[in-house]
DNA sequence: TGTACATCAGTGAACGCGCGTTCACTGATGTAC
DNA sequence: TGTACATCAGTGAACGCGCGTTCACTGATGTAC
């Protein structure tokens, strides 16, 4: 029972143990049936509530669902910080990472890198936690070869990009980024079923041909 | 004015473009504001009908769905029949022509190969149409140099879809399709939009990848 | 330790809305003689 | 060509539901003296 913080009066901390059990049950409902499941009154319900009461904790749905989105967002970059404070935060680490963490709640993975949230206004430029993801990634792609990385760095970035990160660099970060997504997604939209293979071979195959070929 | 077919009556001409009018302004809402926003009550509105009355052309919202989603993957195998036809029906004829098909309207592409659809069953074990599409870019597989190709041909698919094709050319297949989607669908879903670079040139660079790279 | 007051979680009813779907019915269009 | 009947598109009202959200209120918990 070790408390957190000392200055957390009681009333906050319980106050933040309902808000917690509030997207708990909101990452549920997603996860079953997708963004649009997503309904206050229902985990009102669900935790023997009014429907009325959470508007003590959320000003709206739509705070609700911002949350989740940036939730999902810090729990992949801390997945990727501890990977890399493992010393495994290669691009083979953060791969590897990232499948495991899409996995584990598909439509979670959906909520960053899935077709845009029906009413949701994604804070326009996104988020400081979704570049410094890509900044992660950015930083595993310099410890590769890069002649050998068959990558295209022909891509003509823009030159007011230049500056944020060698131009080869982001290049092999692009690739990395879309190969993997076109797999995982297709994977965890169920797209694969029944076709007689494994995705997690294909993942690994494309893995592999990012560095070495 | 030349009439299609001379057996047709007049009642069921009149039936079918009504049909026809109902589903376009079915994909008119899609292709706004995503498969949620799907709405018969809005669409009888919006051509001066009553609700009730779309149940004369619809059994109800499901099957005007799976309609759409039928129909999108009917307008991709014409589509690519067409390319075929026109004699361009290889690995980059096909790639050009599934990008201008996505592009064109997005959430047509994502009603196939984007997340499931909330409420929408997929007649399970998917489509003939959809293998047809398949079978398609499995042919212009054919044509790719096997050993030039750096696609992973290691899959180990199952041996009992063996005899389907060519482990090699299956493997290419799904590389083409994976590598595509991945740059295509995030394209679609504005995640590259501020990153100063052109989605196309990376669609490019990942297609010449595929046969030569 | 006890009392007076402020804070705040939660209630319950209501608002307005839109949804998919049904049903009995009207009225126009087509068909048969 | 004209009349009798069947077909079928479309209406309008209703059903039941769930949604997000607001509001005045109750009752318990915490704070100040």
């Not at 009461?53 to 970059?77: N, P």
């Not at 899409?102 to 936690?129: C, H, I, K, N």
């Not at 068959?150 to 879309?178: C, I, K, N, Q, Y």
Request: proline share 4%.
């Amino acid at each position: 029972m070790s408390d957190a913080a000392a200055t957390t009066t009681p009333r906050e901390r319980y106050r933040q143990q309902v808000r917690a059990e509030i997207k708990e049950r909101a990452r549920e409902q997603i996860a079953a049936a997708g963004t649009s499941a997503l309904s206050l009154n229902k985990i009102a319900k669900e935790m023997g509530l009014s429907g009325a009461a959470l508007y003590r904790y959320f000003t709206g749905r739509d705070e609700l669902l911002s949350e989740l989105v940036q939730d999902a967002s810090q729990s992949l970059v801390d997945t990727f910080r501890a990977v890399a404070g493992r010393g495994e935060g290669d691009l083979d680490g953060l791969a590897q990472a990232l499948r495991a963490w899409a996995l584990a709640d598909p439509q979670r993975y959906f909520l960053l890198y899935g077709p845009p949230v029906p009413g949701y206004r994604g804070t326009a430029g996104l988020t400081s936690t979704m570049s410094e993801i890509m900044g992660l990634v950015l930083s595993a792609c310099d410890a590769v070869p890069r002649e050998a990385s068959r990558a295209p760095v022909v891509l003509h970035l823009d030159r007011s990009r230049e500056d944020l990160a060698p131009a080869s660099a982001l290049g092999v970060a692009l690739v990395f980024w879309t190969r993997l997504h076109g797999v995982l997604s297709l994977e965890l939209s169920g797209h694969f079923l029944g076709m007689g293979f494994d995705p997690a071979l294909l993942y690994e195959a494309e893995l592999s041909g990012l560095s070495s070929g």
